[in-house]
């Protein structure tokens, strides 16, 4: 599993939370070890667009496409997914494999037509493929400009995005406390709006300002509902296995092995595993186990299932 599972969001927008272990959208979007392309290939057949674009991701090899995969990519933007459009522009899928546009152009061309046409009625999720695109070709200035436009629409995960682009220094603001300010509003809003990994990261925030209380009452919300993001950090954080990690993100929350290994067996459940956990297992007291076994079966019957909102491009 990705160690730090909440700051691995870079690329596309989020999708559903709902879904069941025979969902291949959901089983990736998780980040499970089971394999997802079983079911995003019976998925893909019937036409949903956003597993046609998961499965060409996950067939392709090394980061290169293969036949296989370009269909599928084919198929997806075909059915209207921007971020599949830009996938075969990258490609030139047009003169490598004759997998042309709809208007027998370049598929960049196409996208951004497609993509300028969404935003005229403003489409949130639009303005953030083009500001993904003209990060890909490397235009800040209107990568930052769309992404803009695409947080003030509503859209969550822009929001989220924004506040990491403005956390990393972009934008001018007179002092570091107007930056600061920003950073947290934008992140307050797409946390609004249910995007959890903003979640987190406000979280992540109130701990670092000493808000232990504020921070704490976010991670908690965010783990009773089942985000696998707030279960990654409430283990590593009550493991005590990373010191570095709880520095960032732990505030003041406490050592408790048998709540991180009861955690642990949970996330389990859904397939997504912890690198430590043979050697973490060892550390144990019978007694400790016990505590686990119990506060396992505890969140098996509060939380009813685990949930994520991973990249999914």
Known sequence: MAAFLFLFVLFS?????DGKLEDGVYLYNIDSEKSAIPYLRSEAKEG?????????????YMGSMTSESLKWYLASAENGDLYSMIALGRVDACKSSNFCSPDNGGWFDYFIKEAKSRSESNDGKAMRALSYYYGLIGDNDEKYRWLKRSAKSGYARAQYDLAMEIKKGKGFY???TSRNKDVEEWYKKSSDNGFYPATIALSSLYFNVEKYKEGKNLL????????VGAFDVMYRCTSGMSLRYRDLVCGDLKVNKPEAWGIMLYMNDYGVYVDEASEYEDSF?????????KYYQELKSKIPRLFGQRVVY
């Open 13 to 17: 927008e989020f999708v559903s939370a």
């Open 220 to 227: 908690h919300e965010a783990f009773d509902d089942g985000f």
């Open 174 to 176: 007179w002092s570091e």
């Open 48 to 60: 949903d667009s956003i597993a046609q674009r998961l499965l060409a991701y996950k067939l392709s």
């Open 285 to 293: 007291t019978y007694e400790e186990r016990k505590e686990a076994e």
